[in-house]
């Protein structure tokens, strides 16, 4: 079976407005296959956060590839590079990143009205998204009126209304309280079991890490060590 991601010899370092270049990714390799259900651990700063937005087509690599779907990821143009990050891949992120001034519904359709959807079909699968998932009574509201556990469904909602391959997600727990913590984790693991997204997780908690079916831990920008998990029952 042919890997869903591949990343080969990876190096990244920053160097814009620094004195000296830093270094967060040296020579990691690492292969997702499709439906897979990957955490992520690792101190703070050993780039975890970098390495999701390099898997995400958010940023590019220093050196060494990534592909996707078998296309080498560096050989793409900006436009494509867009186009396929914005099809393939779902994000979610530890302050939910929701526009304040817009609604439920229009957070929602955010990710098709960059890409060739009409606004009419946008609003449809928006609207169709939150009435699968149970929030259809929060459509017109903004965030502010929302609790941060809705405020994630909403951003769950959004992340999938593209129908992506891979949902990312950062520390998406990060700013919950458990009993919330448990519910995004259900969400996330019922979309992985019964409809095969691929997940890639980033947590500091070891309990939210288990929900996946294997963990990678990273120390200053290596992999240190790569276990599959057996499955959790909650
Ligand atoms: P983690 O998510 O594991 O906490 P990050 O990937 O955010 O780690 O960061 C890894 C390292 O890269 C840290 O030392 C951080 O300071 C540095 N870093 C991250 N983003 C930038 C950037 N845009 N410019 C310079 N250094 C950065
Ligand atoms: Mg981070």
Redesign the pocket.
């Known amino acids: 079976m042919k890997p869903l991601i591949s990343v080969d010899n990876l190096y ?1 370092e ?5 004195p000296e270049p ?1 270094k ?2 040296q020579d990691l390799n690492v292969k997702v296959f499709r439906g897979e259900f990957v955490s992520l651990m ?12 390099l898997l995400g087509l958010l940023d590019s690599p220093t050196n060494g590839t990534i592909t996707f779907q078998q296309r080498e990821v560096s050989k793409l143009t900006h436009f494509e590079k867009a186009r396929l990050r914005n099809s393939s891949f779902g994000f979610i992120f530890q302050g939910f990143n929701l526009l304040k001034k817009n609604s439920v519904l229009e957070n929602v359709m955010l990710p098709l009205l960059y890409s060739k959807v009409t606004r009419d079909k946008a609003v449809d699968a928006a609207k169709n998204i939150l009435y699968a998932t149970g929030l259809e009574s929060l459509t017109n509201r903004f965030p502010s009126q929302l609790s941060g556990g809705q405020q994630q469904r909403v951003a769950i909602c959004r992340a999938l209304v593209v129908q992506p391959q891979v949902v990312l997600a ?2 998406p727990t990060g700013n919950l309280d458990s009993a919330t913590a448990i519910q995004i984790m259900k969400i996330l693991r019922d979309l992985n079991r019964d409809q095969g997204i691929t997940i890639i997780l ?1 947590t500091h908690e070891k309990d939210i890490a288990s929900y996946g079916s294997r963990l990678i831990q ?1 120390r200053d ?1 290596v992999i240190q060590k790569d276990d599959t998990l057996g499955i959790k029952e909650r």
């Open positions: 990244k920053y160097s814009e407005n620094l830093v967060v990714l690792g101190p703070s700063g050993s780039g975890k956060s970098t390495l999701l937005n950062d520390e980033v990273m920008g």
